[in-house]
Nanobody
Framework: QVQLMESGGRSVQAGGSLTLSCVVSGSTNRPYCMAWFRQVPGKQREGIARIDMQASAKYTDSVKDRFMIFKNNANNVLYLKMENLQLEDSAMYYC??????????????????WGQGSHVNVSS
């Protein structure tokens, strides 16, 4: 299994940029689908970006063309680069991992491992 630790969340003005990091530790020599989710109070956690072992990435429409997921396999860090941040992007952001080579879903039930979250606040 793996442990996930997010960092990089902070307050940022609308239109600004921010990059979140997720350090992956533990059994890093196994294949995982990696993903970013976010959640606001009172709403379900939603998957927004995922990347498989071939570095093939997918995004939800809400972040497509503004966010980019990528990873550094040498130091086992997953990133989420966010640009043109909007007020509605304010949320707790979570890193997640699922056992396996490919990614199949944005559903939370499809992921085995979770980080503690990193908060992003976008202000006007």
């Amino acid at each position: 299994q793996v442990q996930l630790m997010e960092s990089g969340g902070r307050s940022v003005q609308a239109g600004g940029s921010l990059t979140l990091s997720c350090v992956v530790s533990g059994s890093t020599n196994r294949p995982y689908c990696m993903a970013w989710f976010r959640q606001v109070p009172g709403k379900q956690r939603e998957g927004i970006a995922r990347i498989d072992m071939q570095a093939s990435a997918k995004y939800t429409d809400s972040v497509k063309d503004r966010f980019m997921i990528f990873k550094n396999n040498a130091n086992n860090v997953l990133y989420l680069k966010m640009e043109n941040l909007q007020l509605e992007d304010s949320a707790m952001y979570y890193c997640a991992a699922a056992d396996g080579y490919y990614c199949y879903t944005f559903k939370t039930s499809g992921y085995n491992y979770w980080g503690q979250g990193s908060h992003v606040n976008v202000s006007s």
